[in-house]
């Protein structure tokens, strides 16, 4: 059953009351981004249209490929109407959706720095929404560890009243302060889209090594399908970064020793 709110005669669902306040905390923030950067035009508002539908389409289609066997799968419509809904896929789907959207519009310029401190600030948000309705973790004997209602689904800690690591909340922590430190790193990376590369690339990390106390499935080698789906995504940001320092793109944050003559 999914938690609701009662407001009246309106019924809530409380996870996408935060999902909705997210995106707006995330709009604000990309809106004094643009204007702060003087890039409030037609070409921005289509890349956050681009990100909208594609991050829209990107969750709600996340569960169609859960399985390597193809039977097991859902049909697309299956996985449209009963997708899990997840980050990982939403992100993904928002990102396809910006280089769809500015392909089709024409538009070269980097976009990726408005939406990094702007997706850190709607992800803490709307993770507050996942805190309150999802199972929180793996169990713990951690002095932190938390309680949640038998009704929650898919949580087997829930029914034994056991402590559980509240990793919804470890995750709204990394992304607030990974919205102060994006906030300061701006006057400090001049290079156009490194913001989004640095987020993406902190943001791989952070789930990856939290996965080993949130309550998905472990599917094969101890390791959850969100761990197997950020594998290659680390190797691949972990190049792109070497990339980026190679030509100097963090000579600002990184005090570099000049080698001797």
């Not at 037609?42 to 681009?50: C, I, K």
Request: hydrophobic share 50%; glycine share 12%; aromatic share 12%.
């Amino acid at each position: 059953m999914v938690p609701q709110w009662r407001v009246g005669p309106l019924v809530v669902p409380v996870h996408g009351v935060f999902v909705g306040l997210g995106v707006l905390a995330a709009g604000v923030v990309f809106v004094a981004e643009a204007r702060r950067r003087d890039a409030v035009n037609d070409q921005s508002l289509v890349a956050v249209t681009g990100a909208l539908v594609g991050g829209a389409i990107g969750m709600r289609l996340s569960g169609w490929a859960r399985h390597l066997d193809p039977q097991f799968n859902p049909s697309l419509a299956q996985a449209w109407e009963y997708g899990s809904r997840s980050i990982l896929g939403g992100l993904l789907g928002a990102y396809v959706g910006v280089l769809v959207a500015k392909r089709i519009g024409g538009y070269r310029g980097k976009t990726g720095d408005l939406f990094a401190p702007a997706v850190a600030l709607g992800m803490a948000v709307g993770r507050l929404g996942c805190h309150l309705t999802e199972a929180p973790g793996r169990p713990t004997s951690l002095p932190w560890g938390v309680h949640a209602p038998i009704t929650t689904p898919k949580c087997p800690g829930c029914l034994t009243g056991a402590a559980m690591h509240p990793s919804f909340l470890y995750e709204i922590a990394f992304q607030l302060a990974a919205f102060g430190i994006l906030l300061w790193l701006r006057e400090r990376v001049s290079q156009p889209g490194e913001l989004f590369v640095i987020y993406i690339a902190g943001y791989a990390a952070f789930r990856f090594f939290v996965e080993f106390v949130r309550a998905n499935e472990v599917v094969w080698l101890g390791l959850t399908r969100p761990q197997w789906f950020l594998l290659p995504s680390l190797v691949v940001v972990g190049l792109r970064l070497r990339y980026g320092y190679r030509r100097g793109y963090y000579d600002r944050l990184i005090a570099r020793q000049e080698a001797p003559a």
